[in-house]
């Protein structure tokens, strides 16, 4: 498994960039491969997710899978005061992390705190990095990071929101295919639920399998329906999962008749 | 749907406040239209509710400054993503006529991707280069090299213009003045210390045939209004700069960010209509609006607290 980090240190000259980092604890300036797969119409990230607050993009690279979490809080601040925020990417390289990529997605829509926090806890800003061009302004602890992903792993996924059960009707069946609702808890346990059951497929032709995101107009995701599975908006209105077919034709037929 | 597109680009290393302005400017939009023929400006769902979070974060900055608490962490956050944010311009109940897109960024592009921010800025009819005015008057300058990158930003435009051949607005725009700016005297040292330390890139906008088609304006701006800066503290972490609340003062009162918007369109609608044949004219922007924008451009500061423009006057005057 790849990992990478997009951050920022405290000085004027640190400011974002994704680093790739391992084992060795050095921070090599490198982009997930899943942000040049997404490249939209501007070719940024901003295109498909609000990045401002945290969004879950579980996408997929040459067939194999790879998770995208923005805006993660961490404790740390700039020279202007301003609050820093972690973004994470993985990216599986065979087959076999898949399992892992589906844990780490349904643990970030539970609860986005856990992944975070263990990022957190491994950016330290104590000594120089071992960054191999210019000096992030942090430094990456690897094995604070793979003890946190260890107990990550180890944890059950609790259902904090009981009170928003499962509609049993609208459950995902054998395939995650387009289909885009309001964020809601009872949303999200369906896609947990789909993740944790390894019997069921990731479709191997969507570039962006699930996301959950804030403020994104649903108009964007129903032109690339063909690229994307699942779509949590806390923009969009509608309290069930619309899906693409007749609702997507008439709605371009409305919008064609109307503008 | 509004149908001509005007694009704005937000200039700037990290840190100094394009976002901040960004937000302000929304916010203050009103303000500057009030009797202005029933101008709105409308921005997407996603602009306003990204902007609106924008707006309570450099609020609740304020509040945190005039309690006393230590405001690490209450800044408003900085921009890791580069997005565009989008507006509609027209008259309250009519058609919108001009949409208006703003291009942030975050500062470390220039380093990291500069073909990106030369392809921002070709396609921009306004770079608006934020200037940290702390970094630029404190300790006669000191750290006016480290935060604002001055000839960094410098080569960028020179680099943009020369390539292009497009009429462009360059607006110098000051950011955080609040201490800069309670006298003319204040004033007048800000407009001369900004032409000081800006002389490479405005001697160069200055040669040849480039005032014919690049205007340049300087435009200070009161992000926050109730706050003076304080202090510049080294700390392990490298540097921080503190502001201290105004005591008797409400807590969030931009100034001046709107004179940016008044620049902005009556540079972009002379743009406009300087293209268009008279008979095109008469059937892209209806006359009410275009009044509007006139009487909105018309109300701009040009050479009073701290405003002046430096070249182009040409390109910016809308004849009535």
């Known amino acids: ?259 | 749907m509004a149908g001509t597109t005007l694009r704005i680009t937000m200039l700037g290393p990290r840190g100094v406040g394009k976002t901040s302005l960004l937000a302000s400017m929304y916010n203050e939009f009103d303000v500057a239209v009030k009797n202005m023929g029933g101008l709105t400006l409308v921005p997407s769902t996603e602009t306003s509710r990204i902007l609106s979070e924008r707006l309570a974060e450099l609020k609740r900055q304020t509040e945190v400054l005039s309690s006393g608490y230590d405001s690490s962490g209450t800044g408003v956050s900085g921009t890791a993503v580069s997005r565009e944010f989008l507006f509609e311009l027209g008259l309250i109940a009519k058609p919108l006529e001009i949409k208006l897109v703003f291009t942030d960024f975050p500062g470390g592009f220039v380093t990291i991707q500069p073909q990106t921010v030369l392809d921002f800025i070709h396609e921009a009819d306004v770079m608006v280069l934020a200037i940290d005015a702390p970094a630029l008057m404190e300790q006669k300058g000191r750290w006016h090299e480290t935060i604002n990158a001055p000839r960094q930003m410098t080569d960028l435009i020179k680099r943009a213009v020369q390539a292009g051949h497009e009429t462009k607005l360059l607006l110098l725009a000051p950011i955080k003045c609040e201490t800069y700016l309670q006298s003319p005297r204040q004033s007048a040292e800000l407009l001369a210390t900004v032409k000081d330390r800006y002389h490479p890139l405005l001697s160069f906008l200055n040669a040849d045939r480039l005032p014919n088609r690049i205007a340049v304006a300087i435009t200070p701006v009161q992000t926050l209004g109730t706050v003076r800066f304080d202090r510049i503290e080294k700390t392990a972490d490298g540097l921080k700069f503190f502001f201290r609340k105004i005591p008797g003062q409400g807590n969030y009162a931009p100034m001046y960010v709107e004179e940016i918007l008044r620049y902005t369109l009556g540079f972009s609608i002379k743009k406009y209509l300087d293209d268009l044949s008279w008979f095109m004219r008469l059937f892209k922007l209806t006359r009410p609006f275009e009044h509007a924008i006139r009487k909105m451009a018309a109300e701009r500061k040009e050479s009073n607290d701290g405003f002046q423009i430096l070249q182009g006057k040409d390109l910016l005057n809308l004849k009535h």
């Open chain 1, 1 to 259: 498994m790849n990992y990478y980090l997009m951050s920022a240190g405290s000085l004027p000259n640190q400011d974002y960039r994704w680093w790739q980092f391992s084992e060795d604890e050095k921070l090599m300036p490198a982009d997930p491969p899943l942000i040049r797969q997404l490249a939209g119409p501007t070719g940024q990230l901003s295109d498909w997710l609000d990045d401002e607050g945290v969004s879950i993009l579980l996408g997929q690279c040459k067939k194999l899978p790879g998770l995208l979490i923005t805006s993660l809080p961490t404790g740390r601040c700039d020279y202007q005061q301003r609050p820093i925020r972690n973004y994470f990417g993985c990216q599986a390289t065979s087959p076999d992390e898949q399992l892992a990529i589906r844990t780490l997605t349904a643990s970030a829509l539970a609860d986005y705190r856990m992944i975070g926090d263990a990022l957190d806890q491994a950016v330290t800003t104590k000594a120089k990095s071992k960054a191999v061009s210019s000096d992030p302004g942090f430094k990456f602890d690897w094995q604070q990071w793979e003890n946190a992903l260890h107990h990550l792993f180890s944890m059950q996924i609790q259902d904090d929101h009981p009170s928003e059960p499962i509609n049993e009707a609208k459950k995902w069946g054998r395939r995650l295919r387009f289909r885009i609702a309001k964020d809601s808890w009872s949303r999200r346990k369906e896609l947990i639920q789909y993740l944790l059951n390894d019997d069921l497929p990731l479709p191997k032709h969507l570039t962006i399998i699930l996301l959950a995101t804030r403020y994104k107009e649903s108009a964007f995701f129903w032109a690339n329906h063909h690229k994307i599975g699942a779509v949590l908006s806390a923009l969009e209105e509608s309290a069930e999962w619309q899906q693409a077919g007749l609702i997507r034709r008439l709605t371009g037929f409305i919008r064609g008749f109307s503008g």
